[in-house]
């Protein structure tokens, strides 16, 4: 069996700018550091708006900071006529290692389907760069009961037509719609349930040994005090962290959950 480095990623969403950007990367590497963060035992991702990107790689690499980042989005495109869109190869470019894709924001605000979120997916890997694939439930799905049956759903969709070598590479995000910012959390049992089905279909799609490496993360208002009894979960190997990333001593407590 793998062991799989929890990983602890915070989402920013569209906040602060290049210059606030760089305090609390350096907040956070500080806070860490001295804190004797393990960070072979917890990787630390931050999840920047675009913008923010180069100043952050600047930093991580002038200080050689033990501290990774990703983008928001990627485009699935390769290059061209795209107004707006931002390439996997420009990213790559820039030191990103993570690109989230498919995040609930992105599938409401601006439509995105799990074809598409599979193709952004695709152009990430091909960059080298590793897609954080979103999937989870509205509260409609929920209270119906249909929650483990509409997320398995999109994650056939995203990875239709990715080899299990590429599979192997991706970290899924399971992040129930009705507890993004609103402070609502699923119970830890509520995590796994959907959690450990992700890994099971993944050995179904796959095999046992991709079910294995994937890491699958729990997403929706985690914080300091709920992250330890998620974490405990058999199949949760990490966070994705909207507001609660947004200060550095949260998110340092959140990294150093153990
Ligand atoms: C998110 O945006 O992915 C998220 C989980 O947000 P929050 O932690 O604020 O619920």
Known sequence: MTTRTPLMAGNWKMNLDHHEAIALVQKLAW???DAKH??????????PPFT???????????????????????SAHASGAYTGEISAAMLA?????YAVVGHSERRQFHAEDDALVGAKAKAALGAGITPIICVGEGLDV?????????????????YDGLSAQDAAKTVIAYEPVWAIGTGEVATPEDAQEVCGAIRGRLAELYSADVADAVRVLYGGSVKSSNVASIMAQEDVDGALVGGA???AEEFAAIARYR
Not at 61 to 67: E, H
Not at 149 to 157: E, F, H, I, N
Request: without cysteine; aromatic residues 4%; glycine residues 10%.
């Open 38 to 47: 393990d960070f072979g035992a917890v990787e630390v991702v931050v999840v």
């Open 245 to 247: 990333s947004l200060q």
């Open 52 to 74: 923010d990107l180069r100043s952050v790689q600047t930093l991580v690499d002038g200080d050689k900071l033990d501290v990774r980042y990703g983008a928001q989005d990627i």
């Open 31 to 33: 806070t860490l550091k």
């Open 142 to 158: 929920r209270k119906a009961g249909d929650q483990v049956s509409y997320t398995l759903a999109q994650v056939d969709g995203a």
């Open 93 to 97: 470019k820039l030191g990103v290692s």
